[in-house]
Every structure is written in structure tokens, then in C-alpha cells.
């Protein structure tokens, strides 16, 4: 006898995208110690946490240490003052109404969208656009959704919806009848946004097909025109046929500190073997009390206040600064002539990689030459290849030392 493995996981590429980048920017880093690396690679915020969070987090964190105000678990599903807070600020304000128990705070949106799947058939069919943020892909990949990979890096069970240029990074419809649908708006990588009538389409869509639409909405605090709803409730009919994930770490600084939340509205249902409809809510609030123990008091009572209007303006005023890196980038970048999208409506910035050069390509020569670091379109997706991505959440500084070395290079 032997111990067998996850075969799914052989499926897998050998390693995770942004690990992969750091493994060879580490390489390159050993091999060039005096080279002042700039990262502008993975989505990570560079401004700590708002001053009004962190003060509530050291308070819970004192509450902590007493015997009166110690907690230990917590609800599994998150403690109402913040979910409360959730509802009434990010929903009720957009005319969105939601029970208190179809709401599932967590610790990242990662986790959950990488989750989700757990809940769902493994025959069912799975659509993403592409290129697409790597962990919807992933972990169904590892679940055994997916088949193995052809030789242009599309798992063969998946419907790939690809977005580049010549449709302007907006996803049609499927040709095919598909049951789940990912979407991620704003968009990583490509920073793209739909506006009320184009979400309404995919709305409409899943409900015409009964499938179910997976909405990220992790980069919703980004938005900055108008008409582009920041939830896909707000869509008539959507509480239907959506799940919607939303996370502290990008509007907040929470990526190291770890908070996000998951809406799973009752009306959301999927078909048993004998085609009864069931409700999803209560198979997510199974699988959380069964695998997960809450996220922590004082990280909960932390993104609390980001709901303060002291924390409302200090998030905005962080915003404000990761929009201006993008617009700095979008301008240096087009000023030297190549075609960049994104970065109106998020904090990424989606480049067509210059002539001739493929994503990595363009990778090595800024690694090398300027020492630069961005990520390759092509670990989105095979729709990403001759893409690039670029982050706007370095600091002020760092962003316009990185764009003076880019403007240098002639392509
Ligand atoms: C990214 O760079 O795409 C994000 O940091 C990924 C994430 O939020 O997990």
C-alpha cells in the first residue's frame, strides 16, 4: 500500500505566479546585491494601517489581555458589530437591503474565492475571462474541475472568455450554456469596469441559464466614475444568481492584517441530483463552521472603523494616493509611447508589452535593466501573453523612480 496524492495537483503549473516572480527577483536580487529593487509586481499596499483602525485594533488588543474583555472564539460567521457596519454602509447606501446572516466575514477574498468552489458539483461547468486573477483557476484545477492543460495553457473543461484589446478587455457573453461564472470588476489584471447595463447583461444571462455568478469585488473602492455599480446587487435580480466578495485589504491596508467578507444571499440557489433547488447559504455556512474559526476580535473591531467617518477619510485620502501613482504611471507610460490600459478605475495598469517581446521578456528587461518589477501578463492567462501588469500601491516616491528608469529605455 502506498499513500496516494491529489493527482488534480499534478495538473497544476509548477508554481504560483507571484511566487514565481519573487523566486526570480530574490535570484536576481542575490545575484545584484547593490541593485535598488522597486516592486510594483503583486497587488501590495505600501501605506500602513489608517490611524483610526489602528487605534481600535490596540484598544481590542488591550481587551484582550483582561479578564473582563477577553473573547474567545467568536461567531464563526463574524461578530455583528462589523457585520452590521457592512450592511449598512456598503449595502444599504447603494438601496441594497441584506440579512444579517448573508454575510460571512472572513480572512481574504482570496480564501473565499479559492473556497467557494468546495460548495459546488465537480461537473459543473466553469467560465472565467481571461486572462483572469490566477486562484479562481487554480483552485478548481486542484478540485478536479478542469481536465489537464493544452499546449496553449487553457485547461481543457474550462470556458475561457478572453479580453484583450480588440474587445477592449470586456468579456462577451459565453457561446456555451455554463453554470459558474467568475468575474472580477474591477478587473485584475486588466483594470477593466462594467457599467450597470453591461453587468446587467451577465445578470440577466445567469438568470436566463440558472447559472451562478462568482462577482470579486475586492478593488470596488477604486471606482471613480460614475454608473459603474460597486456591487452586483445592485443589478435587479442578482441576489438570484450572485455571490459577491469584498476585502479590507486594498481599501484599507489589510493585506498583511487580513479581513475580508463574503455575501451569500438566501434567494441564491444550485440543483441537488434530482433537481431540487437548494439554497447555498446555509452549504457556505457549513462548510465556515466546520473548517474555519472566525477571523480574530481585534482584526474585526479594526475593520470596524474603517466604517468611522474618521476611518471613511482616511481610507479616501489612501485611495486618493494609490490613484495618483496610477495616473502617474498611465502618463509616464504612454508618454513613451506604449498602450496602456487600466488605471482609471483601479489600481492596476494593464500594458501591451512593446513589439517583438512577450510577457517575460518584457519582465527580464526591466528586472535587468532598470530593476523594475512587474508581473507578466501571461500569468493571467493565455490571453495575458504580450500583456504586463503594473501596480500603482508602491509609494508616491518609489512609482516615479520606477517611471524615470522606464522612460529611459527605448522600445
Ligand atoms: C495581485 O497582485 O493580483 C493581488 O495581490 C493578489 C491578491 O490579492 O491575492
Keep these: 500500500m502506498v499513500v496516494k496524492i491529489n493527482e488534480n495537483y499534478l495538473l497544476l503549473k509548477s508554481s504560483y505566479i507571484f511566487a514565481e516572480i519573487a523566486?526570480?527577483?530574490?535570484?536576481?536580487?542575490?545575484?545584484?546585491?547593490?541593485?535598488?529593487?522597486?516592486?510594483?509586481g503583486i497587488g501590495d499596499v505600501t501605506k500602513p494601517l489608517p490611524p483610526t483602525v489602528l487605534k481600535e485594533f490596540k484598544n481590542a488588543v488591550d481587551e484582550m489581555g483582561q479578564p473582563d474583555?477577553?473573547?474567545g472564539y467568536g461567531p464563526e460567521q463574524g461578530y455583528s458589530f462589523l457585520i452590521q457596519e457592512i450592511i449598512k454602509n456598503d449595502f444599504q447606501s447603494r438601496g441594497i437591503e441584506l440579512d444579517s446572516d448573508e454575510v460571512f466575514i472572513s480572512d481574504g477574498a482570496k480564501c473565499d474565492t479559492g473556497n467557494i468552489q468546495e460548495i459546488f458539483g465537480l461537473d459543473n461547468v466553469v467560465a472565467v475571462t481571461d486572462p483572469v486573477y490566477p486562484v479562481y483557476v487554480e483552485t478548481n484545477v486542484m478540485a478536479g474541475r478542469t481536465g489537464p492543460m493544452d499546449e496553449e495553457g487553457r485547461y481543457q473543461k474550462l470556458v475561457y472568455l478572453p479580453c484583450t484589446a480588440e474587445n477592449d478587455f470586456v468579456p462577451s457573453l459565453p457561446?456555451?450554456?455554463v453554470d459558474l461564472i467568475y468575474l472580477c470588476l474591477p478587473n485584475n489584471p486588466t483594470g477593466t469596469v462594467l457599467n450597470k447595463e453591461e453587468l446587467s447583461r451577465w445578470v440577466n444571462y445567469a438568470r436566463e441559464n440558472k447559472?451562478?455568478?462568482?462577482?470579486d469585488a475586492a478593488y470596488e473602492a477604486y471606482i471613480q466614475e460614475d454608473n459603474i455599480p460597486h456591487s452586483i446587487y445592485e443589478i435587479e435580480g442578482a441576489k438570484e444568481v450572485a455571490i459577491e466578495f469584498r476585502s479590507f485589504s486594498k481599501n484599507a491596508g489589510f493585506t498583511g492584517t487580513r479581513c475580508a467578507y463574503t455575501v451569500v444571499p438566501k434567494q441564491v440557489m444550485a440543483y441537488d441530483s434530482e433537481g431540487k433547488a437548494q439554497a447555498l447559504n446555509p452549504l457556505w455556512n457549513r462548510r465556515q463552521t466546520t473548517k474555519f474559526n472566525g477571523v480574530s476580535y481585534p482584526i474585526q473591531r479594526a475593520a470596524e472603523a474603517v466604517y468611522t467617518p474618521e476611518g471613511q477619510s482616511e481610507i479616501k485620502e489612501y485611495i486618493n494616493y494609490y490613484m495618483e501613482n496610477a495616473r502617474i504611471i498611465r502618463d509616464s507610460l504612454e508618454k513613451i509611447g506604449l498602450n496602456v490600459y487600466g488605471g482609471v478605475n483601479s489600481p492596476y495598469i494593464w500594458i501591451k508589452t512593446p513589439e517583438g517581446m512577450d510577457s517575460w521578456e518584457f519582465f527580464d528587461l526591466l528586472l535587468n535593466e532598470v530593476h523594475v518589477v512587474g508581473t507578466p501578463g501571461s500569468g493571467f492567462g493565455p490571453s495575458g501573453e504580450g500583456y504586463f501588469r503594473i501596480t500603482a500601491f508602491n509609494t508616491l516616491e518609489n512609482t516615479k523612480k520606477a517611471m524615470e528608469r522606464i522612460s529611459k529605455l527605448s522600445f
Excluded: G
Excluded at 530574490?26 to 529593487?37: D, L, T, Y
Design 23 to 40: 523566486q526570480r527577483v530574490n535570484k536576481f536580487q542575490e545575484e545584484n546585491p547593490k541593485a535598488e529593487i522597486i516592486r510594483l
Design 69 to 71: 474583555t477577553f473573547r
Design 175 to 177: 457561446e456555451e450554456p
Design 211 to 215: 447559472s451562478i455568478i462568482l462577482f
